[in-house]
């Protein structure tokens, strides 16, 4: 449950943008962390210093935005038979299709590799999302 703060001094765009630029950090890290720990399976381009995993990080972010939602509805019967253990399949296309998206920039090979990323951002999604609801309610 996400407590709002109702305060008139704030600036809604601002919150937007630091969840937006923490969400970024966050996959940016465990794309990278990732594909150092998996050399053989997971590739990501590492010219331009971390551009091509920034750029992967915004599409995971929008695609995360629009298209889960989609998907996670459609899949709900599936989901539901198998009691939610089809959920994190649904990260494992998504990222299927940002390896798609960014070509030899980024790349992921095999399925087992693609479930353990999604893993990690799920994981990192809960981390990131606590962090931000305290940075919110701080302010």
Known sequence: MKIIINN??????????????????????????VSVLFQKTIR????????????????IYILNKT????????TLPITGLTLGLFYPFINVFILHIVSWILGPHFLISGLFMSFIVAIFISLMNLFMDS???SILRKG
């Open 8 to 33: 008139k001094n704030r600036n809604p765009y601002l919150d937007y943008f630091i969840d937006w630029l923490i969400h970024m950090i966050g996959y940016s890290l465990v794309l990278i962390t």
């Open 44 to 59: 990501i381009d590492n010219s331009m210093f971390g551009f091509w995993a920034f750029l992967a990080s915004i599409i």
């Open 67 to 74: 298209i889960k939602p989609i998907l996670v509805w459609l």
């Open 131 to 133: 962090i931000i609801d």
